[in-house]
């Protein structure tokens, strides 16, 4: 969501939207992830709103409450789930904006000839193809984002590289602790989801180059 709204915003012939999204998305990614999540836990400002929230989720919700604010209300999730939203949709508004110009000039002239306003042209004629089109590297990059989730070690947050590191701490074997088959464990499991996500983004591209290639065969028997 926050890439189509940074992208939206790059491709508005307005200023005042088009310059601070490019400013955000510019900054955003080259920033390094890793000080950009360092900088999110350190900041107070996030600390207190979220400790507030978790207060009045204790407060107002009872049990439940405690429970939701217990996993979920926690400065250090936050600080990694923001540090990945801002940079990895950085990124995703990059490769949107590269296929909404993709688009042939002639979609974007018949969708104004039809009288569309230019909310619609992008909402209803640019943005599906854009997507349709860029599909797999959306796909592709969904994959470095699960990878950038195992920067929350840094901040002790307890994902999946933490989990690791945790219980070969609470393993004592005669040669020491086994962090090496503990991290081979932890690295098989990540290399499993990636390849789950890039064999979904490999079907999606597999999928349109037939769907495409099924248009081109039909269109000489049309006419």
Not at 53 to 58: D, F, H, P, S, Y
Not at 169 to 196: D, E, K, R, S
């Amino acid at each position: 969501m926050l890439g189509v709204v940074l992208a939206t915003g790059r491709l508005s012939a307005h200023r005042l939207l088009r310059w601070p999204s490019s400013a955000a998305v510019e900054i955003f990614r080259a920033l390094p992830l890793l000080i950009l999540i360092f900088a999110l836990y350190n900041m107070a400002g996030l600390r207190d709103v979220v400790e507030s929230v978790a207060g009045a989720m204790r407060d107002g919700l009872g049990a439940p409450g405690g429970w939701l604010a217990t996993h979920f209300a926690s400065p250090t999730l936050w600080a990694l789930a923001l540090g990945v939203a801002l940079y990895n949709g950085a990124v995703h508004a990059e490769i949107l904006r590269a296929g909404a110009r993709a688009v042939p000039l002639g979609q974007y002239e018949a969708a104004y000839a039809l009288g569309m306003r230019k909310t619609q042209v992008m909402s209803t004629v640019v943005l599906p193809q854009t997507v349709r089109a860029m599909l797999p590297g959306l796909v592709s990059q969904i994959v470095v984002t699960l990878k950038d989730t195992s920067l929350g070690f840094i901040i002790m947050y307890e994902e999946l590289l933490y989990a690791g590191k945790l219980l070969a701490q609470n393993i004592a074997t005669p040669h020491g602790y086994p962090y090496l088959p503990v991290l081979f464990v932890v690295g098989t499991l990540y290399v499993g989801m990636c390849l789950l996500l890039s064999l979904v983004a490999h079907r999606l591209a597999g999928e349109r180059r037939r769907r495409m290639a099924g248009l081109h065969r039909r269109r000489p028997h049309q006419r």
